[in-house]
């Protein structure tokens, strides 16, 4: 029996698919032809169906917390993948056994990103490769003056997912932003998919925010960021008051135009 409420999220997660998407066309630049995969975070499973079609004789692992998740994306994803409910920071593989750990929107809602990471860099092999998408700053700010205390996901600027790796021990992290803007005919439509996809707090009535919301446009700012496993696991060392010091060198952004 298909579970309602991953039926709506499946229905309403249009910008989680479109970045998914951009993702999936970013790995057409990388070498990579990995073994194992990790879609991490996977939710219903749009990005391990199309990973597995890519990667044809790889094992694809569909790994969420959210079982009902789970459920939804084995009765309606064909590929042959295998489905894992598990805490994102708590995956139980071996170390070093995955080639490619793909993250599309998981980071914003985890309460500690740091362990998260620290995870995909003990389940990464040296030279496999993790991509990740997340949300920055400039996500939701058309709601910033009524409904800041609403949003849920954690906003984190390009630079700070570039410390994260690198205190991670991933190598060479390279990063860039993208804005995505998405507009409505309706508000009421609008509400629905922030809401069931997690973007602002179930506390909020469908009423008061449209009562207070005249907007129809909604910005996202999408970070994209990619990172090798490396050998390296020791290379850098917090100091007696905790603080890592990492050169900027370490981290490749894109030029300014």
Partial sequence: MTDTFSARYAEAAVVLREVGEQMLERLNFMTVQPKVILDLGCGVGFCAEQLKQR????????????????????????????????????????????DLI???FVLPWCDESESVLRECR???????????????????????????HAILPSLTDMHLVGDELVQAKFANPVLDVTHLTVTYKQIEKMFDELKITGM??????????????????????????H????????????????????PLSRIQYPKKS
């Fill in 102 to 104: 793909f993250m599309n």
């Fill in 55 to 98: 990667y044809p004789e790889a094992n694809v692992l569909a790994i969420d917390y959210a079982e009902k998740m789970l459920l939804y994306g084995a009765e309606h994803q064909t590929a042959d993948i295998f489905w894992v409910c598990a805490k994102e920071e708590s995956i139980p593989l071996k170390d070093l056994s995955v």
């Fill in 122 to 148: 003990r389940l990464l092999k040296p030279g496999g490769l993790l991509m990740l998408s997340t949300l920055g700053p400039d996500t939701l700010i058309e709601l910033r003056d009524n409904f800041s």
């Fill in 227 to 246: 990172a090798w496993g490396s050998d390296l696991i020791t290379d850098q060392i917090a100091d007696e008051s905790g603080v890592v010091k990492i």
């Fill in 200 to 225: 602002l707090a179930r506390e909020l009535s469908k009423e008061e925010f449209a009562t207070h919301n005249n907007i129809h446009s909604i910005s996202y700012e999408i970070v994209y960021a």
